[in-house]
């Protein structure tokens, strides 16, 4: 299950959210194995973000994975979530993604096995 977590300082409306979360679902099957059937999507905006103590126009993007996935489909998917986000909300000053591949990851009593 791929876990994505948009946290940027832009405001964001619900269709805003809405449509970087459907374009996240899309491109997440970049990555073998992931779907939008499996992908759980989280979208903050408003967030003060700080960089050496200032103020700053940033997003910062966190996305974990159950398991390996080849570098070369990670770099496409962070580029292709960079033009998502760039197109959806303009200038996003500083953007990072993050890709964390996890070996162990835990699912809920209520939830069948993903």
């Known amino acids: 299950m791929p876990y994505v977590y948009v946290t940027t300082s832009k405001q964001l409306t619900d269709e805003k959210i809405d449509r970087i ?4 679902g899309r491109i997440i099957s970049i990555i073998p194995g992931k ?3 499996n992908c759980m999507t989280q979208i903050t905006g408003n967030c003060k973000t700080f960089m050496s103590g200032d103020a700053v ?3 910062f993007c966190e996305v974990r994975l159950f398991g390996k996935a080849p570098s070369d ?3 496409e998917f962070i580029t ?3 033009k998502v ?9 500083m953007l ?5 591949e ?7 009593p209520s939830l069948k096995e993903l």
Do not use: C, P
């Open 80 to 82: 292709e979530l960079n």
């Open 73 to 75: 489909k990670k770099r």
């Open 96 to 100: 990072y993604t993050n890709i964390q």
């Open 85 to 93: 986000l760039t197109d959806e909300l303009g200038d996003l000053g």
């Open 102 to 108: 996890n070996f162990e990851w835990g699912v809920g």
């Open 21 to 24: 979360q459907k374009e996240i």
């Open 35 to 37: 779907t939008i059937h």
């Open 57 to 59: 126009n940033a997003t």
